[in-house]
């Protein structure tokens, strides 16, 4: 089964960086979606920025664009979320997700695995 396990989140002001990281195991397929999700308060879940494992493709949300930027270590398997230019309004529960069967989706109920989230709050 596959396992997902986040770090990192905290408390930034406004302008600052901050980088969340999400080591995964038990992937049995080559085929995969995983990345990132967001909740604030009052919202629906979101997706912020996905990556599909065997081209490399990869979504942001437009409110991301040009200050988010996914990436990985395959060695390490882990994968990362580089926030930059952070903002109020990215204040949010930040959640790792994958979803194993082929295909690509940003809609949060068609991935299967989850971490637990983690708390990001952007400062004004």
């Known amino acids: 089964e596959v396992q997902l396990v986040e770090s990192g989140g905290g408390l930034v002001q406004a302008g600052g960086s901050l980088r969340l990281s999400c080591t995964a195991s038990?992937?049995?397929?080559?085929?995969?979606?995983i990345g990132w999700f967001r909740q604030a308060p009052g919202k629906e879940r979101e997706a912020v920025s996905l990556?599909?494992?065997?081209?490399?493709?990869?979504y942001y949300a437009d409110s991301v664009k040009g200050r988010f930027t996914i990436s990985s270590d395959n060695a390490k398997n882990t994968l990362y979320l580089q926030m930059s230019s952070l903002k109020p309004e990215d204040t949010a529960v930040y959640y790792c997700?994958?979803?194993?069967?082929?295909?690509?989706?940003?809609?949060?109920?068609?991935?299967?695995?989850w971490g637990q989230g983690t708390q990001v709050t952007v400062s004004s």
């Open positions: 997700a994958a979803h194993e069967s082929g295909g690509f989706t940003t809609h949060p109920k068609g991935y299967e695995y």
């Open positions: 990556v599909r494992s065997y081209d490399g493709y990869t």
């Open positions: 038990g992937f049995t397929v080559d085929d995969y979606s």
